[in-house]
């Protein structure tokens, strides 16, 4: 089914309210998302580090690891309804004949995306170094 084409004015300033606040959605999914996924590294580093007990700490890396590669598949769909928004806000601008307002910028994102690499790295390393740890003692 072919998507119905917006003409009236009324039609258009409801489509461009819905995708300004998809976009703003999104954009605060880009920092509330890892931060939470910050705050959730910490409690578990601060569990694994005060325990002795091996299945937890395998739990628990696997688990972040798991968490981190969720994180960031996330992110990139997050990064994508952005794109996407500022893309059709554009058009839908152009069509009514305002001025475009809009700017799609990576740079919001990418240092949130970036330090979620960075630790879920960190965690495959702690994995290794524990399997290395067990399979040499």
């Given at each position: 089914?072919?998507?119905?084409?917006?003409?009236?004015?009324?039609?258009?300033?409801?489509?461009?309210?819905?995708?300004?606040?998809?976009?703003?959605?999104?954009?605060?999914?880009?920092?509330?998302?890892?931060?939470?996924?910050f705050?959730?590294?910490?409690?578990?580093?601060?569990?694994?580090?005060?325990?002795?007990?091996?299945?937890?700490?395998?739990?628990?890396?696997?688990?972040?690891?798991?968490?981190?590669?969720?994180?960031?598949?996330?992110?990139?769909?997050l990064?994508?309804?952005?794109?996407?928004?500022?893309?059709?806000?554009?058009?839908?601008?152009?069509?009514?004949?305002?001025?475009?307002?809009?700017?799609?910028?990576?740079?919001?994102w990418?240092?949130?995306?970036?330090?979620?690499?960075?630790?879920?790295?960190?965690?495959?390393?702690?994995?290794?170094?524990?399997?290395?740890?067990?399979?040499?003692?």
């Open positions: 089914m072919a998507p119905k084409t917006l003409n009236s004015n009324e039609e258009l300033m409801a489509q461009l309210h819905e995708l300004n606040d998809r976009s703003r959605m999104y954009n605060s999914q880009i920092w509330q998302v890892p931060f939470a996924f705050g959730l590294t910490i409690l578990v580093l601060s569990t694994i580090m005060n325990n002795s007990n091996t299945y937890l700490f395998v739990f628990s890396l696997v688990l972040e690891l798991s968490l981190g590669v969720a994180v960031i598949i996330h992110m990139l769909g990064q994508d309804g952005i794109k996407r928004a500022v893309t059709n806000i554009k058009i839908i601008e152009l069509k009514m004949g305002l001025e475009n307002t809009v700017k799609y910028s990576k740079q919001t990418w240092p949130f995306f970036v330090t979620v690499i960075i630790i879920t790295l960190y965690f495959i390393f702690m994995g290794f170094s524990f399997l290395t740890s067990i399979i040499n003692s």
